[in-house]
Each structure stands twice: as structure tokens, then as C-alpha cells.
């Protein structure tokens, strides 16, 4: 009975982190009405975010048993911070100036697809004819919801849908790096710690690109919306997901995860206007499927 409670629990916790997520791009674009700019706006999320990365990072730390991270992995921790925290979340920001936030959440979506293929070219693993039929169709699915957005969207979609397919490669490239660190420093306290490099990196570039005045200058609609993309989206569902899977498994967990493109969909059409097409929704079920295919069948 217990262990039966503690999974339903898990779920509850994985899918409402995977929804928590997806409304970062709903939140951004809301954002990006203010006339605030992605390098501010992103700045101002790990403002936001930084001292709740530093308490989680603390407390980790603090639990009994736990060993001192060594410095050879406090050097990856720096590296794949920059890479996946920094990088990938800066590209994002600059892909959801010309896309809309459900293309950019299925455009993310397909990074287990790019670990694949960078596990074939880095580390000679198989490729497999269920791996190919997943890859194809879940790309199927993006030129499905990107045609969408073609017919649909005003803008530049090319160069949007560009950036956050970079966002995903670095994504990508950060989760295979991260994949042994993670057992030896443990899932909460590298993801606090990677969490504070990139509000780091994020802060210096702020200041060496942009004037230090713009932090003071934006309507107040931006802080919220700061605060509550750095509380809500970015380290509740942090804690979420890394309780959930403790809770259940990594591979029910990347079923129950599935769900945030598809609230992602729902929640751009209702607080962004967002039209919602028969097209989209298609592509949609064709990109969760190839990625759970995979992501289900990966060890």
C-alpha cells in the first residue's frame, strides 16, 4: 500500500513539474509584451532564482551521508552549467522572440532524439531501427507544427525555430555530460550548483552587454513575471521532478513527462491568444511518440 501511494505520489509530482515547465514559455512571451529584452529578462529569472538554488544546494549538502564534491567534478559541474543552464537557456530565450511557445516546447522536446545521435558519433552506440523510425516521426511531427506556425504566425519562425533547436543540441549535450556526475553528486545539489553558475554567467553578460540600469527600469508586470518564472518554472519543477523520479523511475516518469507540450499548447492558446489547429495537435502526438520511444527504450 505504501509503495503504491508513493508512486501515485511521483506522478502527481512529475506531471505537475512538467506542466510548471512548460508555462516558462507562456510566462517569457508575456514577458517579451513589456518591451523588456531576452538578455534583461533572462538576468532577472536567476536573480530570482539564485538564492533558492543556493538554500537547495545547501540543504543537499547538508543531509547526513552526503561526501564533499570533489574538484574534478566541481570543474564538470561548472562546465555542464554553463553548457545546459547558461547556453541552452539563453538560446531559448532568443528563439521565443519569433516562435510560438507550443512549437518552441516541441522544438525542446526532441532532445533525447539529439542524445542519441551524439551517443552514436561520440561513444559508438548502436543505432537501432526503432531509434531511426522514432527520430523520423518525432521530426515529422516538428515540420508538422513548424508549417503551423509558417501559416499562422508573423515573424520570423525560421530563425526562432533555429535558436531553440540550438537550445536543444546544448541541452542535449549537457545531459549526456551530466549523466555520471548526477550519481556522484546527486540530482538536487548538481542542479542547484549548475544553477548558480549559469545566474553567474547570466549576470556577467548582462553587465558586459547591456546597461546595469536596465535591472532598475522595467514595468512591474516584468518582475512578477521574473519572480514567478524563477519560482513556478524554474526550481519548483526542479524539486518536482527529481522527488517524482526518486518516487517512480526515470522511465514511468518520461511518460507521465510527455504531458507538458501538450499544456503547453493549451495554456499559449489561453493566456497568449495561441490558435490551436488540427495541424499542430498532429504534430504534437507525432513528437511525443518518437521521444517516448526512444526515451523508453534508452538505458
Excluded: C
Amino acid at each position: 500500500m505504501h509503495d503504491r501511494r508513493s508512486r501515485i505520489t511521483g506522478a502527481l509530482l512529475v506531471g505537475g513539474g512538467a506542466i510548471a515547465f512548460s508555462g516558462k514559455a507562456v510566462i517569457i512571451k508575456l514577458a517579451y509584451r513589456h518591451g523588456v529584452d531576452a538578455v534583461t529578462l533572462l538576468a532577472l529569472r536567476m536573480l530570482f532564482s539564485a538564492p533558492f538554488f543556493a538554500l537547495l544546494g545547501w540543504w543537499a549538502s547538508s543531509r547526513p551521508g552526503i561526501a564533499p564534491v570533489s574538484s574534478g567534478d566541481r570543474r564538470w559541474v561548472v562546465a555542464l552549467g554553463l553548457v545546459g543552464y547558461y547556453l541552452a537557456s539563453y538560446f531559448d530565450f532568443l528563439g521565443l522572440q519569433y516562435v510560438t511557445a507550443a512549437l518552441e516546447r516541441l522544438l525542446l522536446f526532441v532532445h533525447p532524439t539529439f542524445v542519441v545521435i551524439f551517443s552514436a558519433l561520440l561513444f559508438g552506440r548502436r543505432i537501432t531501427g526503432r531509434d531511426v523510425f522514432a527520430i523520423a516521426i518525432s521530426y515529422a511531427g516538428i515540420v508538422f507544427v513548424f508549417y503551423n506556425d509558417l501559416a499562422t504566425q508573423s515573424g520570423n519562425v525560421m530563425l526562432g525555430s533555429f535558436w531553440v533547436l540550438l537550445s536543444a543540441l546544448f541541452y542535449a549535450a549537457y545531459l549526456i555530460g551530466s549523466g555520471r556526475l548526477v550519481g556522484r553528486v546527486g540530482s538536487l545539489r548538481f542542479a542547484s550548483y549548475a544553477g548558480l553558475v549559469s545566474s553567474v554567467a547570466v549576470v556577467a553578460h548582462f553587465l558586459v552587454t547591456r546597461d546595469a540600469r536596465l535591472i532598475a527600469a522595467q514595468p512591474m508586470p516584468v518582475y512578477g513575471l521574473s519572480l514567478l518564472m524563477a519560482v513556478a518554472s524554474t526550481v519548483l519543477p526542479i524539486v518536482m521532478t527529481s522527488e517524482g523520479i526518486r518516487r517512480m523511475g526515470a522511465s514511468h516518469a518520461s511518460i507521465i513527462g510527455s504531458v507538458g507540450p501538450l499544456a503547453t499548447i493549451f495554456l499559449g492558446a489561453i493566456f497568449l491568444g495561441e490558435p490551436v489547429t488540427g495541424v499542430q495537435l498532429a504534430g504534437a502526438v507525432l513528437v511525443l511518440a518518437g521521444v517516448l520511444v526512444i526515451s523508453l527504450a534508452r538505458k
